[in-house]
Structures are given as structure tokens and as C-alpha cells.
């Protein structure tokens, strides 16, 4: 019903940029959100950002400035612009897709996350 693939991932320095993308099958038509959270081990889940289909995009005040989202609506893809990395941002990064009336805190589907590493 709702398939989500991430990809993009990988090692990049310190200060580096890299782009994620999720790739949304699915036949549903009652989306209300899509998004992205990451989880870093020993971590709880951190909500990062999200857009609210035909409405506003919403981002952790951490990553403001850092962290963008985008869609493709003819390719199906969301997209996660990262820039100016750091250790700190070392995760597994999921994207996500809500049925419910909400943006973050709870997802109803997200796919299985690509790896990101920040090291030198």
C-alpha cells in the first residue's frame, strides 16, 4: 500500500554536503504529510522536517538553514538537502509518510533509512 526507499547516503566530511532522496510508491490518496527523522544509536527517533501536502513545510529549529526538503511530484521522489554536516548528524535517515493529521512525533509509514556518517 505505501512503499518508501530511501537512498543517498554515505560518508562525508565534516562541514560536506549530501542529498538524500526518497523514493514514495504508493495508492493512497489521503496523504497529509511526508517528512524525514532520523535515529542515531542509543537514540530516540529525532523529527527533522516535513511538508504538509498543500500546505507549509516545518523544520527542527536545529536544522534551519541546514536541512531542506523538496519534492518531485512527477518522479515520486522527496528529496533531504544537508549541508554544512557534522558529527553530531551521524545517522540512519528515514523518510516518512502520514496518513493522520500530523507532521512529526508519530509516522504511520517510513521506509527502512540510508546511513550517514560524518567523520574525517
Known amino acids: 500500500q505505501v512503499q518508501l526507499v530511501e537512498s543517498g547516503g554515505g560518508l562525508v566530511q565534516p562541514g560536506g554536503s549530501l542529498r538524500l532522496a526518497c523514493a514514495i510508491a504508493?495508492?493512497?490518496?489521503?496523504?497529509?504529510?511526508l517528512g524525514w527523522f532520523r535515529q542515531a544509536p542509543g537514540r530516540q527517533r529525532e523529527w527533522l522536517t516535513a511538508?504538509?501536502?498543500?500546505?507549509?513545510?516545518y523544520t527542527a529549529n536545529f536544522a534551519v538553514g541546514r536541512f531542506i526538503l523538496s519534492r518531485d511530484i512527477a518522479k515520486n521522489t522527496m528529496y533531504l538537502e544537508m549541508s554544512n554536516l557534522k558529527p553530531e548528524d551521524t545517522a540512519v535517515y528515514h523518510c516518512?509518510?502520514?496518513?493522520?493529521?500530523?507532521?512529526?512525533?508519530?509516522?504511520?509509514?517510513w521506509g527502512q533509512g540510508t546511513q550517514v556518517t560524518v567523520s574525517a
Open positions: 516518512f509518510l502520514n496518513r493522520q493529521h500530523r507532521v512529526g512525533g508519530q509516522y504511520d509509514y
Open positions: 504508493t495508492s493512497i490518496s489521503d496523504i497529509y504529510a
Open positions: 511538508e504538509e501536502i498543500g500546505g507549509n513545510t
